[in-house]
């Protein structure tokens, strides 16, 4: 199965309040992991990233938690905006023998944001 | 900069022809990506490469094929359509696997086979 997945596939939240996505992973061996948003037809957007030796990272609006006891991911956006509405993708990277791997993704969240 | 440019974005195949998805890069990266996206999926890895001449399979390269003669050009080729190929495409491209550094995505091409 998949390394990466995660524990909500839709989200819908009341424009202003704050959006949680979460996303779960099984390889202790990630080292590095990116939240993407993808409007309909659209590529992935890069949000923010986090390294393994932090445990939280902020941007505008959004922060992202680590928590590798439990290998759990989760993405936070404040005052959540119809503008936010989009599909979220969490993704790792693997650190291997013979260095990282390519990103893996999650099957993604659908925020809907609600006027 | 145009970032990365993948055509075309859309077509439509009949079952056993063959085409050839371009993607491009002007950011001088390294490392380039050709991932699908199925409706309602994450994204899969189809073929990688890691700088010109290189190239590597991801997760689901059978029925692809890749090549990389220079820095900026990755075009991904279909020899013998299948109706599993249906799909969204997206050519990808970063300076690095990781690290800081994030990876910029084409627009997507959407392939149907029939």
């Known amino acids: 199965g998949e390394s990466v997945g995660l524990h909500l596939p839709t989200l819908s939240v009341q424009e202003g309040d704050n959006s949680i996505i979460n996303c779960a992973y099984s390889n202790s061996a990630s080292d590095y992991f990116i939240w993407y948003k993808q409007e309909s037809g659209k590529g992935p957007q890069f949000i923010i990233d986090i390294r393994s030796n932090m445990d939280k990272r902020q941007g505008q609006r959004v922060t992202v938690l680590l928590n590798k006891t439990v290998k759990h991911l989760s993405l936070q956006i404040a005052a959540t905006q119809p503008g936010d509405s989009a599909v979220y993708f969490c993704?790792?990277?693997?650190?291997?023998?013979?260095?990282?791997?390519?990103?893996?993704f999650g099957k993604g969240t659908r925020l809907s944001v609600i006027a | 900069n145009a970032g990365v440019t993948q055509t075309p974005k859309f077509r439509i195949l009949k079952i056993g022809q063959s085409m050839t998805l371009q993607c491009t890069q002007d950011m001088n990266h390294n490392y380039m990506y050709w991932y699908r996206q199925d409706p309602g999926m994450g994204l899969k890895l189809i073929y990688y490469?890691?700088?010109?001449?290189?190239?590597d399979k991801g997760e689901v390269p059978n029925g692809y094929n890749v090549s990389r003669s220079t820095t900026e050009d990755f075009p991904l080729r279909l020899e013998l359509a299948a109706p599993s190929q249906t799909s969204v495409y997206f050519c990808?491209?970063?300076?690095?696997?990781?690290?800081?550094?994030?990876?910029?995505f084409g627009e997507g091409s959407w392939l149907t086979v029939v």
């Open positions: 993704a790792e990277n693997i650190r291997g023998n013979s260095g990282n791997t390519p990103l893996v």
């Open positions: 490469s890691v700088g010109a001449g290189i190239t």
């Open positions: 990808a491209s970063s300076y690095s696997w990781a690290s800081g550094n994030t990876i910029y």
